[in-house]
């Protein structure tokens, strides 16, 4: 055979076989980082799960435990976000409306929400709440009537529970652990501001609530803890109480702490502040809503109407900030286009057929909220991986992808509740291939920070 010839097989086998190599060696060296890192001890007792392919052929490099279903704490909003694209679209946005109906001199208002989570929140210029307040009050000023006789707010078609089933008691008083209503405000926040002596140990006092909650008290059993401690104060309060107490510590010497809680009954307190502002332009005004399901609309003719963000701007605040109350809101939101109702249970079991028919098995998303905030959600490493290809081909996926945020320099949705921490997302390597990626970890014990940064190692092997 001529020398030229078998020189140029030569070096064809030889090119052939570093391809084969390499692609072998990529997979090995995930295996060994995983292997080292679920050896270490943090993982003694625990159990984590990694599943990568290549995203544009969709070959599996790695897989262990793809289909063990894990706590996925706020990876969730991955699975949350990807199905409100495809069951609400894009350029879906809520429309909270009101209208009236004449009654003597003065109206009856019927407030008609929808549930969107975003009134009256800061991240838009457009809604904030003063924006917000006096757009309403002056559509109503000028429906030129002297008083206002009742404010009705409609909840018809909305599961009253704001609070999906699973969420835990420490959760549910704090910011983080606001569910929706039909009518959000505020984000279905407020803030306390609080004030320490120089004392460790010594009581804490409750400045004041930003804004003034009304019908409802706080109490504060709060003591200080040395400087440099942090915030470690939770609110605990009672669903339909009228008082709640604020139990643990927060550092010395501070004259205007800031935690953040829960808004009991978001409506109530909206219809508070509206309330004040329309006295102060001369109106007569109720100071509490009155709430129905029944209420004939067809009597009312609607005078205003507050539209919201589309839900391109809403996924991106929701991933970024990792704001649990907008997956709440867009689960019922899901339910209820699909059902007529807007309850969790409807919202988790659309979401979970709508992916069947898209090839992943019910029992690899055994879901109980859209956000991750409940420790009972259990989801396979593998259909979160499934969600981020079909959405990677989707027209949509550009505003999904600038929505996840950046961490050790990859972009990946991150999850963190007691005990559990999860990874997902995107990334190109220095080969050039793009990865698609799940990493959940469950029940490890020790430091958190620790943790993070031997899950990164593993991950920089894609890189």
Same mark, same amino acid.
């Given at each position: 055979?001529?020398?030229?010839?078998?020189?140029?097989? @030569?070096?064809?086998?030889?090119?052939?076989?570093?391809?084969?190599? &390499? #692609?072998?060696?990529?997979?090995? =060296? %995930?295996?060994?980082?995983?292997?080292?890192?679920?050896?270490?001890?943090?993982?003694?007792?625990?159990?984590?799960? +990694?599943?990568?392919?290549?995203?544009?052929?969709?070959?599996?490099?790695?897989?262990?435990?793809?289909?063990?279903?894990?706590?996925?704490?706020? *990876?969730?909003?991955?699975?949350?976000?990807?199905?409100?694209?495809? %069951?609400?679209?894009?350029?879906?946005?809520?429309?909270?409306?009101?209208?009236?109906?004449? *009654?003597?001199?003065?109206?009856?208002?019927?407030?008609?929400?929808?549930?969107?989570?975003?009134?009256? #929140? &800061?991240?838009?210029?457009?809604?904030?709440?003063?924006?917000?307040?006096?757009?309403?009050?002056?559509?109503?000023?000028?429906?030129?009537?002297?008083?206002?006789?009742?404010?009705?707010?409609?909840?018809?078609?909305?599961?009253?529970?704001?609070?999906?089933?699973? &969420?835990?008691?420490?959760?549910?008083?704090?910011?983080?652990?606001?569910?929706?209503?039909?009518?959000?405000?505020?984000?279905?926040?407020?803030?306390?501001?609080?004030? #320490?002596?120089?004392?460790?140990?010594?009581?804490?006092?409750?400045? =004041? *609530?930003?804004?003034?909650?009304?019908?409802?008290? %706080?109490? #504060?059993? @709060?003591?200080?803890?040395?400087?440099?401690?942090?915030?470690?104060?939770?609110?605990?309060?009672? +669903?339909?109480?009228?008082?709640?107490?604020?139990?643990?510590?927060?550092?010395?010497?501070? $004259?205007?702490?800031?935690?953040?809680?829960?808004?009991?009954?978001?409506?109530?307190?909206?219809? =508070?502040?509206?309330?004040?502002?329309?006295?102060?332009?001369?109106?007569?005004?109720?100071?509490?809503?009155?709430?129905?399901?029944?209420?004939?609309?067809?009597?009312?003719?609607?005078?205003? *109407?507050?539209?919201?963000?589309?839900?391109?701007?809403?996924?991106?605040?929701?991933? !970024?900030?990792?704001? $649990?109350?907008?997956?709440?809101? %867009?689960?019922?939101?899901?339910?209820?286009?699909?059902?007529? /109702?807007?309850?969790?249970?409807?919202?988790?079991?659309?979401?979970?057929?709508?992916?069947?028919?898209?090839?992943?098995?019910?029992?690899? +998303?055994?879901?109980?909220?859209?956000?991750? @905030?409940?420790? +009972?959600?259990?989801?396979?490493?593998?259909?979160? /991986?499934?969600?981020?290809?079909?959405?990677? !081909?989707?027209? &949509?996926?550009?505003?999904?992808?600038?929505?996840?945020?950046?961490?050790?320099?990859?972009?990946?949705?991150?999850?963190?509740?007691?005990?559990?921490?999860?990874?997902?997302?995107?990334?190109?390597?220095?080969?050039?291939?793009?990865?698609?990626?799940?990493?959940?970890?469950?029940?490890?014990?020790?430091?958190?920070?620790? @943790?993070?940064? =031997?899950?990164?190692?593993?991950?920089?092997?894609?890189?």
């Amino acid at each position: 055979m001529n020398r030229a010839i078998v020189k140029a097989m @030569l070096l064809l086998i030889c090119a052939l076989g570093q391809v084969t190599g &390499w #692609s072998q060696t990529k997979t090995e =060296k %995930l295996a060994a980082a995983f292997q080292h890192f679920t050896a270490d001890a943090q993982l003694r007792n625990g159990m984590a799960s +990694l599943y990568v392919v290549d995203a544009k052929t969709g070959q599996v490099i790695f897989d262990k435990n793809g289909l063990v279903g894990l706590a996925p704490a706020s *990876t969730m909003k991955i699975i949350t976000s990807v199905s409100a694209y495809e %069951l609400l679209g894009k350029n879906f946005k809520y429309q909270t409306k009101f209208a009236y109906r004449k *009654t003597g001199d003065g109206a009856s208002i019927l407030i008609l929400p929808s549930g969107d989570p975003t009134l009256g #929140s &800061w991240r838009w210029p457009g809604t904030k709440e003063d924006i917000e307040i006096k757009g309403v009050s002056r559509a109503i000023r000028k429906l030129g009537v002297r008083a206002i006789n009742e404010i009705i707010l409609d909840n018809a078609g909305w599961n009253e529970e704001a609070i999906p089933g699973g &969420w835990i008691w420490q959760d549910i008083g704090n910011y983080y652990g606001a569910g929706p209503a039909k009518f959000n405000w505020r984000e279905n926040q407020y803030d306390v501001i609080l004030k #320490s002596g120089n004392n460790i140990g010594g009581p804490v006092s409750i400045v =004041k *609530t930003v804004p003034a909650l009304t019908g409802y008290a %706080l109490q #504060s059993e @709060l003591t200080a803890a040395a400087a440099g401690t942090g915030d470690n104060a939770y609110i605990y309060f009672p +669903l339909h109480a009228a008082a709640g107490v604020i139990r643990g510590t927060i550092p010395v010497n501070q $004259n205007s702490f800031r935690i953040s809680g829960a808004m009991p009954e978001a409506g109530q307190q909206f219809v =508070k502040a509206l309330s004040d502002t329309l006295a102060r332009m001369g109106l007569s005004v109720p100071q509490k809503a009155t709430t129905s399901i029944k209420t004939p609309t067809d009597k009312y003719t609607v005078f205003h *109407t507050i539209t919201s963000p589309p839900l391109d701007s809403i996924v991106y605040w929701f991933n !970024k900030k990792s704001i $649990n109350l907008y997956g709440e809101a %867009l689960v019922k939101t899901m339910a209820y286009k699909n059902k007529g /109702v807007g309850a969790t249970d409807e919202g988790v079991e659309v979401i979970r057929n709508f992916w069947k028919e898209k090839g992943i098995p019910v029992s690899e +998303l055994n879901m109980v909220d859209g956000s991750g @905030l409940s420790p +009972l959600n259990r989801v396979t490493t593998r259909a979160q /991986v499934s969600m981020l290809q079909h959405a990677r !081909k989707q027209s &949509w996926f550009n505003g999904f992808y600038t929505a996840l945020p950046v961490y050790n320099g990859m972009k990946m949705k991150s999850g963190t509740i007691r005990n559990v921490k999860g990874f997902c997302g995107y990334h190109r390597g220095k080969d050039g291939k793009e990865y698609i990626f799940s990493f959940l970890v469950n029940n490890y014990n020790g430091s958190a920070a620790g @943790l993070v940064q =031997k899950m990164y190692k593993v991950l920089d092997v894609i890189k």
